[in-house]
């Protein structure tokens, strides 16, 4: 068992810019990706940002050369978001796979982003 838990988010201008982070515990040696989700409300779930543990990325087109994922260690994963937009706010939650590629099979409780315009 993973145990995901965010923190980061909060309440920011269109233009800003905030960094998630996401600790992992537990058996933390099964995680082979990390990847963030975000849903908005009234809409569904979608993988905002995922990273291989070989380190290979992989990001949502609404998001591309705006926000950065990154694998501290084993057990962390960052969210970095530049130019944040009113269309990013969402509730943004930390996921980590255990197979091939970016699956994810384990979420976190997510944290609150809300850029107001």
């Known amino acids: 068992q993973v145990q995901l838990v965010e923190s980061g988010g909060g309440l920011v201008q269109a233009g800003g810019s905030l960094r998630l982070s996401c600790v992992a515990s537990g058996n933390i040696f099964s995680i082979k990706a990390m990847g963030w989700y975000r849903q908005a409300p009234g809409k569904q779930r979608e993988l905002v940002a995922g990273i291989t543990s070989g380190g290979s990325t992989n990001y949502a087109d609404s998001v591309k050369g705006r926000f950065t994922i990154s694998r501290d260690n084993v057990n962390t994963a960052s969210l970095q978001m530049n130019s944040l937009k009113p269309e990013d706010t969402a509730v943004y939650s930390c996921?980590?796979?255990?197979?091939?590629?970016?699956?994810?099979?384990?979420w976190g409780q997510g944290t609150q982003v809300t850029v107001s315009s």
């Open positions: 996921a980590a796979g255990y197979g091939l590629g970016l699956h994810f099979a384990s």
